[in-house]
């Protein structure tokens, strides 16, 4: 039984896609809303929260729904499809809202209203399409081997945030922006619409959903043992026995406290770093950059960390690396007054601490349903990670208002150290295998 490269990486495609929006959205989004609209750090906060909010509601909605699906392109496949496409379209409408409000333009389309109604639109879209899109993967691959899946799915997410950061630092450098009332971002904007339209298309004429989901039940099948769940004697459905269902709640707690520390850092850091120290978002996109190459080339090490260690003690190791990464953050950011290559290499570790937990954690909570469910569980998973990502823009924003900016770095240092304590409590999912070699290396070696 081996991974299916090829099919995991084409699979992985819509996954770049949502990680390369996401570095957008939470790198600019911000900067507008406090710069041409004019709103203060915890109205903004609230704005993006706005989408942690409604996809605590969306992601497992269509993750169920799609789990009934069946169509001709498959269950998940319709969803990325549609939902992708909506959204790329609805992505071109945010500079030219934002270019016309600062030109001091009138009309329907100008302000904060058509603003916020477009930006309503587009996470809804996303929504729709990003549970399919990560249960794609644990729908075409084994459960032992959806760590090694997961890890290939990280890489090519990895990949996409570096695309977008990538090209935000050589069209948006310092030299660029400094002194400038206004920027016109309409380049990233258009840019990202077409790098997502390209990558589902490519996903959709290359991955016979149907086909690949249903020679992994066939393997299933002949594997009783890896099912975790017990039958409901009321509904005939699977259910979670009780101890595996502590493990699981414990999972998402710890899921929505390091979210809620890291995603803290990823919306407010642009904003952070211009009252900070004078730096703008080619300078923020320049350390998330080095955060993802972090993250990418770690895999090959992490893979080999986990296949003796286990998907557990990973996810320990991750939680406390990103503690202290963050604790030096706020170290090196209050006491120099530019982003220096201190500040890159502690990012990197950022990135590989990212790593560790990221690979591991969807494994260990799809480890705990059957496979007909793993778009319902891919859906509570991202419940959690948004459940703290709706407490995280607003509180940290009002700290960082009415405390100081430079609390940002110590309330990530906080909620990474306490997803640690719960994860503690974690007994279930950790499933081990023999360290592999060449290519495999690039998983997460343990599943």
Same mark, same amino acid.
């Given at each position: 039984?081996?991974l299916?490269y090829k099919?995991?990486?084409?699979?992985?495609?819509?996954?770049?896609?949502?990680?390369a929006f996401?570095?957008?959205?939470?790198?600019?989004?911000?900067l507008l809303?406090?710069?041409?609209f004019?709103?203060?750090?915890?109205?903004?906060?609230v704005?993006?929260?706005?989408?942690?909010?409604?996809?605590l509601f969306?992601l497992?909605?269509?993750?169920?729904?799609?789990?009934?699906t069946?169509?001709?392109?498959?269950?998940?496949?319709?969803?990325?499809?549609f939902?992708t496409?909506?959204a790329a379209?609805?992505?071109?409408?945010?500079?030219?809202?934002d270019?016309?409000t600062?030109a001091?333009?009138?009309?329907?389309?100008?302000?904060l209203?058509?603003?916020v109604?477009?930006?309503g639109?587009?996470?809804?879209?996303?929504?729709v399409?990003r549970?399919?899109?990560v249960?794609?993967?644990?729908?075409?691959t084994?459960?032992?081997?959806?760590?090694r899946?997961?890890? *290939?799915i !990280?890489? #090519? %997410?990895?990949?996409? /945030?570096i695309?977008? =950061?990538? $090209?935000?630092?050589?069209?948006?450098?310092k030299?660029?922006?400094?002194?400038?009332e206004?920027?016109?971002?309409?380049a990233l904007f258009?840019?990202?619409?077409?790098f997502?339209v390209?990558?589902?298309?490519?996903?959709?004429l290359?991955?016979?959903?149907?086909?690949?989901?249903?020679?992994?039940?066939?393997?299933?099948a002949?594997?009783?043992?890896?099912?975790?769940?017990?039958?409901?004697t009321?509904?005939?459905?699977?259910?979670?026995?009780?101890?595996?269902?502590?493990s699981?709640?414990?999972?998402?707690?710890?899921?929505?406290?390091?979210y809620?520390?890291?995603?803290?850092?990823?919306?407010w850091?642009?904003?952070? *770093?211009? !009252?900070i #120290? %004078?730096?703008?978002? /080619?300078?923020?996109? =320049?350390c $998330?950059?080095?955060a993802?190459?972090?993250a990418?080339?770690?895999?090959?090490?992490?893979?080999?960390l986990?296949a003796?260690i286990?998907?557990k003690?990973?996810i320990?190791?991750?939680t406390?690396?990103?503690?202290?990464?963050?604790?030096l953050?706020f170290?090196?950011?209050?006491?120099?007054?530019?982003?220096?290559?201190?500040?890159?290499?502690?990012?990197?570790?950022?990135g590989?601490?990212?790593?560790?937990i990221?690979?591991?954690s969807?494994?260990?909570a799809?480890?705990?349903c059957?496979g007909?469910?793993?778009?319902?569980?891919?859906g509570?998973?991202?419940?959690?990670s948004?459940?703290?990502?709706?407490?995280?823009? *607003?509180?940290?924003?009002?700290?960082m208002?009415?405390v100081?900016?430079k609390i940002? $770095?110590?309330?990530?240092?906080?909620f990474?150290?306490?997803?640690?304590?719960?994860?503690l409590?974690?007994?279930?999912?950790?499933?081990?295998?023999e360290?592999?070699?060449?290519?495999e290396?690039?998983?997460?070696?343990?599943?």
């Amino acid at each position: 039984m081996k991974l299916n490269y090829k099919n995991t990486m084409l699979a992985g495609l819509a996954f770049m896609s949502i990680i390369a929006f996401w570095q957008l959205y939470d790198n600019v989004i911000p900067l507008l809303l406090t710069n041409t609209f004019k709103l203060n750090e915890t109205l903004s906060g609230v704005i993006m929260a706005a989408d942690n909010i409604l996809a605590l509601f969306l992601l497992p909605l269509f993750g169920m729904i799609s789990d009934r699906t069946k169509t001709p392109m498959g269950r998940r496949m319709p969803y990325i499809v549609f939902g992708t496409i909506a959204a790329a379209l609805l992505l071109v409408l945010i500079p030219v809202i934002d270019n016309g409000t600062a030109a001091g333009k009138s009309g329907f389309l100008y302000g904060l209203a058509p603003f916020v109604i477009v930006l309503g639109l587009i996470l809804i879209t996303m929504s729709v399409y990003r549970s399919p899109a990560v249960a794609l993967m644990p729908d075409i691959t084994p459960k032992p081997l959806r760590s090694r899946g997961n890890a *290939i799915i !990280n890489l #090519m %997410g990895a990949l996409g /945030g570096i695309v977008y =950061l990538a $090209f935000a630092a050589v069209m948006f450098p310092k030299s660029k922006t400094e002194g400038l009332e206004h920027v016109d971002y309409s380049a990233l904007f258009i840019f990202m619409s077409v790098f997502m339209v390209v990558l589902i298309l490519i996903t959709a004429l290359t991955v016979n959903e149907n086909k690949l989901a249903e020679e992994n039940a066939k393997i299933e099948a002949q594997h009783p043992e890896w099912d975790l769940t017990e039958e409901n004697t009321k509904t005939g459905k699977a259910k979670l026995p009780l101890n595996v269902l502590v493990s699981f709640v414990f999972l998402l707690i710890s899921i929505a406290l390091w979210y809620m520390g890291y995603n803290a850092v990823t919306t407010w850091f642009t904003t952070y *770093i211009k !009252n900070i #120290m %004078g730096e703008d978002i /080619g300078g923020a996109s =320049l350390c $998330f950059l080095i955060a993802n190459a972090g993250a990418i080339i770690s895999y090959i090490p992490l893979g080999h960390l986990a296949a003796k260690i286990g998907r557990k003690r990973s996810i320990y190791f991750g939680t406390l690396l990103l503690t202290f990464s963050f604790g030096l953050c706020f170290i090196l950011t209050t006491t120099s007054r530019s982003i220096n290559v201190f500040m890159y290499i502690v990012f990197a570790l950022v990135g590989i601490a990212w790593a560790a937990i990221s690979v591991n954690s969807l494994p260990m909570a799809v480890e705990m349903c059957k496979g007909t469910d793993s778009g319902t569980y891919t859906g509570l998973y991202y419940t959690a990670s948004m459940a703290g990502q709706v407490i995280t823009p *607003i509180f940290a924003g009002f700290l960082m208002r009415n405390v100081s900016y430079k609390i940002l $770095f110590v309330y990530a240092v906080f909620f990474s150290f306490l997803s640690f304590i719960t994860m503690l409590f974690v007994k279930h999912g950790d499933v081990k295998a023999e360290t592999p070699k060449g290519l495999e290396a690039f998983e997460d070696l343990d599943g």
